[in-house]
């Protein structure tokens, strides 16, 4: 008897208190964990529109291993579709890293009508699940670029945040994929909370031991302006290219806009992936890319004669009312007056006026060889034009922003113009190099980098790193980055006379398409030279002329010389903005822009 | 009759009586919280286990103090009469209708009466009186077949219910027979032939196979010849280390024992292959670790050693079990045969194994009582009753935590269940009565 109580005690004292294993098993019975989802941000236009709402859709989900006693005929007419198709959804279902014993999506974001015609006869097969679930709609359907989408978790991006990331997803969560989605996905998805609870035999909970709430996503307060930037859709129709709003006081982006756009509806709902497709590989106009800031092979043509002008006077090499001929023996012009200052030279956007400043920025006399002289002037020259962002990223809240291209010393030593057979070293002069003085050349210019380049020039002097999100949050703040004012190199004082220019190039020069009765725009006209088709337009401006409230760079390709649509389109952006309604003039403009068919002649071009 | 009520109060043991007290209201309160309903909170609810069991208690109590105003020679002289009326009713009960698939129940309103429950005091109380009788000598053949046949009677009846469980509290009557003068050699024969058995029925299940010198056997049969040789060995054994004029009769016991031996591996594997249901076997398998199949046949047991587990040094708290109770269930017949699992959680080893102290000090005090009687009548009866509580105690603990095959008996004085309160409490309030009267009599 007391050899059974011996035994009875060593083993009790096994059980429950020098081995764990049992008291593993009991919880493993007894707790349950819940995970609870919280609700992705919204996101909102400046003025509080919605931008990004929620939808409720459904998913259906199929546990392969259970789908028998099956009538197939009968679901794919429910669910009109064809039985290879269901064969291989099955498949699908119970390959990689679905398993043929847990549910996983067989149809996506099946929309409320949908479901419900589908729903009282989801019972009757076997296997068969559906999850309510939230989905992203966009009210307006406008800059689908910008905005970005949110997509089921890819294996590859689930493995990489399983092995060495923050361990933070599901196999089945959304995560954003591209636009402000992606680059405030940590903001926009919240905290996940999770409920314990202890259920009963049958599986049922019963109580709940503890809860950490989920928190809900924060909302982004956007700096676009929803009405603009439809407007700027509206008026790229037909068209491609590139518009971008900035607010120069801010750097806040108030449009931006890549033509051809899309209806960022077709990739939130269930034909995402012929969409997808459609969009992405068919289209061969690529309505994908983001242009404003992906396409930075973009020469900027004549607008960039405004930063030769500015880094030209800051360093000494001319000054105000240096006066230059208009020699065509250097390079091409059109015919007018001989440029006796900076102003008028840049009014009627002199090539040889522009040819002579930058060979005084290139070839300053420091060296006796023009050789080594070009590559100490050129790095000089390269420092300068980078305060200007150009050829810099541009810290821009969105995914894929590019660099651009100023070129140094070192690409034409060692990159140009092929890697494998450059130049080399002080085998180059200003000679070689000229076209860079008016924007041709070696020059790469993204249409964001044009347009801070206006709000640089509206601001005299500086500018912030433009960005898309005012408030993260409805009671937070921006990235402190976007706080910090960036300078150039250029003085205010030489401002003065670039703006002046500005405002007479639109005035009676070159620009004078972009005038605005009421308002005082400044701007600039480019013109690309393309040799294989029309020349692309572009046009940079901001309004008004003291105390400006909007900058902005439009750049239409294959849209001829930038007095034409560009600098069109920009005014009639310009003028929307700060007045909300067209004058006479200006909705005859918007006519001839809307009418305005160069996308569908050319869209063969590749 | 106030003077003899003063008198018998004086006499009563009060160890056994406090001990007996603290188990029954412990397992009333471990009964309330296992099966407690939300519906009916309080313990006197009647529609609830609990509320049936504290008035099954009482009925209980009563019923002792009753016995306690009977006369010890009355009570003595009732037994075969005690006992014709259980057996009577073991054989009426076989014809009631089924309650889980058993006949073992009378259904009178909301109770249920169980009688196989009453035949263990009516079994003792027959066996005391039988051996107590002036000129019956264990010794005798004739002694023993009778006793068997006491034990028999009422034994095979329950089987027919059937109730393999409670018929294995029957076994239990063997140590009072070792106490009365059995032969050792008896127990220790029985000894042996449970642990062969064992290992047969192990050999049987685990379908392990031996490979000698490249013949494979089958572990059971190899068993056989391990026996074989063993008898072989031992009769040589006893060639040479035992003198000559005692070798006879060794030579005779070890050749009937290793026959006996063999007789009992082949009737195991026989009974394993025929006797046995699959969840016999199961059962055993399981016992044997050789499955730890969660989810069918070692269900319970998985659930009741991860609530007992769960429980750890301090326990979680009366009420705050979160498996053996009726909210949960996760462990079956968690107010009856497993109603230690809801202590054990609630408790932890701290209660559990002050529990089985407890047990323990209660089976040490009634053996003490049995050892300081004149009255034989009075100590086999109190051997009676501390084997078979012993018998439950052992096999329920062993059952609920793992050490034996899951087999339904309720654990003493614990476990819900009206009929095995009072029919303990019977027992216990005869014991106390008869052990009041101790001085009084010379017999």
């Given at each position: 008897m007391l050899v059974v109580t011996l035994v009875f005690g060593i083993r009790l004292l096994y059980i429950q208190v020098l081995n764990d294993d049992w008291k593993n098993r009991a919880e493993q019975i007894s707790h349950h964990k819940v995970t609870i989802h919280p609700a992705r941000g919204l996101l909102y236009d400046r003025n509080g529109e919605l931008l990004v709402a929620v939808n409720q859709v459904y998913d259906i989900l199929v546990t392969p291993k259970d789908v028998k006693d099956f009538d197939t005929v009968q679901f794919c007419a429910l669910f009109k579709i064809s039985r290879e198709e269901f064969l291989k959804k099955i498949e699908y279902a119970s390959t990689g890293y679905n398993v043929s014993y847990k549910a996983s999506t067989f149809i996506e974001s099946m929309s409320k009508e949908e479901y419900s015609r589908i729903v009282p006869h989801l019972k009757s097969f076997n296997g068969f699940d559906s999850k309510r679930r939230t989905n992203r709609g966009y009210p307006?359907?406008?800059?689908?670029?910008?905005?970005?989408?949110?997509?089921?978790?890819?294996?590859?991006?689930?493995?990489?945040?399983?092995?060495?990331?923050?361990?933070?997803?599901?196999?089945?969560?959304?995560?954003?994929?591209?636009?402000?989605?992606?680059?405030?996905?940590?903001?926009?998805?919240g905290e996940r909370g999770s409920a314990f609870f202890l259920r009963d035999y049958a599986g049922n909970d019963k109580t709940n031991l503890e809860e950490t709430y989920a928190i809900a996503g924060n909302s982004l307060y956007t700096s676009l302006d929803v009405k603009l930037q439809a407007y700027g859709e509206l008026l790229m129709k037909n068209k491609l290219g590139s518009i971008v709003a900035i607010e120069p006081s801010t750097g806040e982006i108030l449009a931006m806009i890549s033509a051809p756009s899309f209806d960022p509806n077709k990739l939130s709902g269930r034909e995402f992936s012929e969409n997808y497709q459609v969009l992405l590989n068919n289209d061969t106009l690529k309505p994908?890319?983001?242009?404003?800031?992906?396409?930075?092979?973009?020469?900027?043509?004549?607008?960039?004669?405004?930063?030769?002008?500015?880094?030209?006077?800051?360093?000494?090499?001319?000054?105000?009312?240096?006066?230059?001929?208009?020699?065509?023996?250097?390079?091409?012009?059109?015919?007018?007056?001989?440029?006796?200052?900076?102003?008028?030279?840049?009014k009627h956007s002199c090539n040889p006026y522009f040819y002579q400043v930058y060979k005084r920025l290139i070839q300053?006399?420091?060296e006796s060889s023009i050789f080594k002289d070009s590559r100490l002037g050129i790095e000089k020259w390269n420092a300068s034009v980078k305060s200007f962002g150009l050829g810099t990223k541009l810290n821009t809240d969105i995914?894929?922003?590019?660099?651009?291209?100023?070129?140094?010393?070192?690409?034409?030593?060692?990159?140009?113009?092929?890697?494998?057979?450059?130049?080399?070293?002080h085998k180059w002069a200003f000679s070689?190099?000229?076209?860079?003085?008016?924007?041709?050349?070696?020059?790469?210019?993204?249409?964001?980098?044009?347009?801070?380049?206006?709000?640089?020039?509206?601001?005299?002097?500086?500018?912030?790193?433009?960005?898309?999100?005012?408030?993260?949050?409805?009671?937070?703040?921006?990235?402190?980055?976007?706080?910090?004012?960036?300078?150039?190199?250029?003085?205010?004082?030489?401002f003065d006379p670039v703006v002046n220019a500005m405002e007479m190039v639109v005035d009676n020069g070159t620009a004078r398409a972009a005038k605005i009765d009421s308002i005082s725009v400044c701007g600039k006209t480019g013109t690309v030279q393309n040799e294989t088709f029309n020349d692309h337009s572009v046009f940079i401006a901001f309004a008004p002329k003291e105390n400006p409230q909007i900058a902005i760079a439009v750049y239409v390709e294959y849209g001829t010389w930038g007095g034409v649509w560009a600098a069109k389109i920009a005014s009639l952006m310009i003028e929307k903005y700060l007045l909300k309604e067209l004058s006479e003039q200006g909705k005859k403009k918007e006519q001839q822009v809307l009418d305005a068919v160069i996308l569908d002649k050319h869209s063969d071009f590749k | 009759m106030e003077n003899?009520?003063?008198?018998?109060?004086?006499?009563?043991?009060?160890?056994?009586?406090?001990?007996?007290?603290?188990?029954?209201?412990?397992?009333?309160?471990?009964?309330?919280?296992?099966?407690?309903?939300?519906?009916?909170?309080?313990?006197?609810?009647?529609d609830r286990a609990y509320g049936?069991?504290?008035?099954?208690?009482?009925?209980?109590?009563?019923?002792?103090?009753?016995?306690?105003?009977?006369?010890?020679?009355?009570?003595?002289?009732?037994?075969?009469?005690?006992?014709?009326?259980?057996?009577?009713?073991?054989?009426?009960?076989?014809?009631?209708?089924?309650?889980?698939?058993a006949h073992s129940w009378f259904k009178i309103g909301g109770f249920t009466i169980q009688p196989s429950e009453f035949a263990k005091f009516a079994t003792s109380l027959a066996i005391a009186h039988f051996l107590s009788t002036s000129g019956v000598k264990i010794q005798e053949a004739k002694t023993k077949v009778i006793v068997f046949f006491l034990i028999a009677v009422p034994g095979l009846l329950i089987l027919q219910q059937p109730d393999p469980g409670t018929l294995l509290v029957f076994f239990s009557f063997i140590f009072v027979m070792y106490r009365e003068g059995l032969s050792g050699n008896i127990l220790l024969g029985m000894f042996f032939a449970i642990i062969i058995g064992v290992m047969a029925i192990f050999f049987k299940a685990s379908e392990a196979n031996v490979n000698v010198f490249g013949w494979v056997f089958e572990a059971n049969y190899l068993y056989l010849v391990v026996i074989l040789i063993a008898t072989v060995l031992i009769h040589f054994g006893i060639t040479y280390l035992v003198m000559p004029r005692y070798r006879g009769s060794k030579y005779i016991t070890n050749i009937v024992g290793g026959a006996l031996a063999m007789l009992l591996v082949f009737s195991c594997n026989y009974a394993y292959d025929t006797v046995f249901k699959d969840r016999h076997r199961d059962r055993f398998e399981v016992m044997f670790g050789l499955k730890l199949d969660r989810k069918g046949v070692g269900y319970n047991s998985y659930q009741a050693l991860s609530a007992i587990g769960s429980g750890g040094p301090a326990g979680k708290g009366y009420f705050k079990g979160t498996l053996s109770n009726d909210k949960y269930k996760h462990v079956p017949e968690q107010s009856t045969d497993f109603i230690f699992c809801s202590w054990a959680e609630e408790w932890g080893f701290l209660g559990s194994f002050l529990l089985i102290i407890l047990y323990t000090a209660f089976l040490i005090r009634l053996i003490m009582i049995a050892e300081r009687q004149k009255s034989k009548f009075t100590r086999i009866f109190a051997y009676c009753t501390a084997s078979i509580i012993f018998f439950h105690y052992m096999i329920n603990i062993a059952m609920v935590i793992g050490l034996a095959p899951v087999i339904g008996i309720p654990l003493p004085f614990f476990s819900k269940g009206g009929s095995a309160i009072l029919g303990f409490s019977i027992m216990i309030f005869i014991l106390l009565r008869m052990d009041s009267e101790r001085k009084d009599v010379l017999r």
């Open positions: 307006y359907g406008v800059a689908a670029h910008v905005l970005g989408y949110v997509r089921k978790i890819s294996a590859e991006q689930y493995y990489a945040d399983q092995n060495g990331g923050e361990r933070y997803y599901n196999q089945n969560d959304y995560v954003g994929v591209t636009g402000l989605e992606k680059v405030y996905e940590k903001e926009l998805r994908i890319i983001n242009r404003p800031i992906y396409n930075d092979n973009y020469r900027p043509g004549s607008i960039f004669k405004l930063v030769q002008a500015l880094i030209a006077m800051q360093e000494g090499v001319i000054f105000e009312n240096t006066g230059f001929a208009c020699n065509k023996a250097l390079i091409n012009c059109h015919n007018h007056e001989d440029p006796s200052n900076v102003q008028i030279a840049i300053r006399g420091e995914p894929g922003v590019k660099t651009g291209r100023i070129p140094d010393a070192n690409y034409y030593d060692n990159e140009f113009p092929s890697k494998s057979n450059p130049y080399g070293k070689t190099i000229y076209s860079n003085s008016i924007g041709e050349g070696e020059i790469g210019v993204s249409p964001l980098q044009m347009a801070n380049l206006a709000a640089i020039i509206a601001n005299r002097g500086y500018y912030y790193t433009p960005h898309l999100v005012k408030k993260i949050g409805e009671n937070g703040s921006k990235r402190s980055e976007y706080l910090k004012k960036n300078f150039t190199m250029a003085a205010a004082k030489y | 003899r009520a003063k008198n018998i109060i004086g006499k009563v043991d009060v160890p056994l009586l406090v001990l007996f007290l603290v188990l029954v209201f412990t397992g009333l309160l471990t009964v309330y919280s296992a099966s407690f309903s939300e519906e009916s909170p309080q313990i006197y609810s009647l049936k069991q504290l008035v099954w208690i009482i009925i209980s109590l009563i019923m002792g103090v009753l016995i306690l105003t009977l006369e010890g020679n009355f009570i003595k002289n009732s037994s075969y009469i005690v006992y014709g009326v259980v057996t009577l009713m073991l054989l009426i009960v076989l014809f009631m209708p089924a309650i889980k698939g």
